[in-house]
């Protein structure tokens, strides 16, 4: 989603996050729940096509400050400056955050800094960040044995600032939505529209930013 020809290059560095994207809700038994988590379709389903349709065998629950969804996860990476979208990924609500850095890091960002929450901290992606030239703005993991310290917190507070823009961006989409549910069934239809949503936000970025580039011509 590069717009380089237009002025609009990844520039300041990149923020990576990701949004629940909920569907409705299963009515599954456990063990239909259990075998759907392996992959497979329960057996019973398959006898019923009608019923199969209905059924949403790609979403996955997932918990997030004590509280279930089902559904996807919109996995974004912007640029600082513009606040364009530059990659995107969707996967199902089970998949964690950070299993998807890899594949929507932005490498032709002017800038080397990339800004996550603590979700994304791990030794192993630390190091990649440095082999490959990042420069690590992901916040520290703080316990209630082992707190962060003060230096930490404010070192926080001004990356949470930055990263603060990416909230402006998952709410616009709801609110031009109307809403984050999506009643798309199964992760072909899923993707097409999460990834329609991305380019609309898109375009509405871009009109935004050509506007200000007219008025301060």
Not at 167 to 192: D, E, P, W, Y
């Amino acid at each position: 989603m590069e717009n380089n020809g237009n002025g609009y290059r990844a520039q300041k560095g990149q923020i990576i996050d990701a949004s629940i994207i909920p569907v409705p809700k299963q009515r599954n038994s456990r063990e239909e729940n259990a075998q759907l988590k392996e992959g497979v379709i329960p057996e019973a389903w398959k006898e019923q096509p009608n019923k199969l349709e209905q059924k949403d065998t790609d979403a996955r629950w997932t918990k997030k400050n004590d509280i279930s969804y089902y559904g996807y996860k919109n996995h974004v990476d912007i640029d600082v400056k513009h606040k364009l979208i530059r990659d995107y990924e969707i996967t199902h609500a089970a998949v964690h955050d950070s299993q998807v850095i890899n594949e929507i890091i932005a490498p032709h960002n002017t800038n080397a800094d990339v800004y996550a929450d603590s979700a994304y901290r791990s030794a192993a992606q630390e190091e990649k960040f440095v082999a490959d030239g990042y420069r690590s703005n992901v916040h520290h993991k703080g316990t209630k044995s082992k707190p962060l310290s003060e230096f930490k917190q404010e070192v926080h507070h001004h990356r949470s600032k930055v990263r603060a823009m990416m909230m402006h961006i998952f709410g616009n989409q709801m609110m031009m939505m109307g809403s984050k549910l999506m009643r798309c069934i199964g992760m072909t239809r899923v993707k097409a529209c999460i990834g329609l949503r991305n380019l609309v936000y898109n375009m509405h970025r871009f009109v935004f930013l050509s506007t200000l580039k007219t008025k301060s011509a």
